[in-house]
């Protein structure tokens, strides 16, 4: 019996930690890619007011991203704590899995919503360049 507690255990341990990288993963591809952000800010030689406009964006999007963030810290301290209580996979356990799922689908929500709002700031010329380095960011291979 404590044979099957242990794996019970150690296969939800390791589903938390896979989901967690995986988020983790998820997360650095779809936030703004420092080439895109370089794009932006070194080479499509933005005016004074777009540079304004889209700093703006930048903070708004960096404090929903800061809380959205939390909230999955906190969904996987959750977990944390209804495992340790219960070692098993309770209603707890996959509340607090569901909660970091739907943050980490908001905060994929929100970097999409963020990058087609700052393209709006852009002129035709400088839209083509972003979309391509925006592409090229959501398809190349991170190895």
């Known amino acids: 019996m404590r044979g099957i507690l242990l794996t019970l255990v150690l296969s939800i341990l390791g589903a938390a930690v896979g989901a967690w990288a995986g988020a983790q993963y998820v997360i650095h591809r779809m936030s703004s890619p420092v080439s895109l952000h370089d794009v932006i800010h070194e080479k499509l030689h933005l005016t004074g007011e777009q540079h304004a406009r ?3 964006m930048e903070r708004e999007h960096a404090a ?5 963030e939390a909230e999955m810290r906190a969904a996987y301290a959750r977990v944390a704590q209804a495992r340790q209580g219960q070692h098993a996979y309770s209603p707890q356990v996959q509340a607090g899995i569901d909660r970091f799922h739907h943050a980490m689908g908001e ?3 929100e970097t999409i919503v963020h ?7 852009l002129t035709p010329a400088q839209a083509e360049q972003f979309d391509q380095t925006v592409v090229q960011s959501l398809t ?3 190895r």
Request: no cysteine; charged share 30%; glycine share 14%.
């Open 64 to 68: 929903r991203r800061g809380a959205l």
């Open 140 to 142: 190349e291979d991170p």
């Open 107 to 109: 905060l994929q929500k």
């Open 115 to 121: 990058v087609l709002a700052m393209r709006t700031v």
């Open 54 to 56: 889209i700093g703006g």
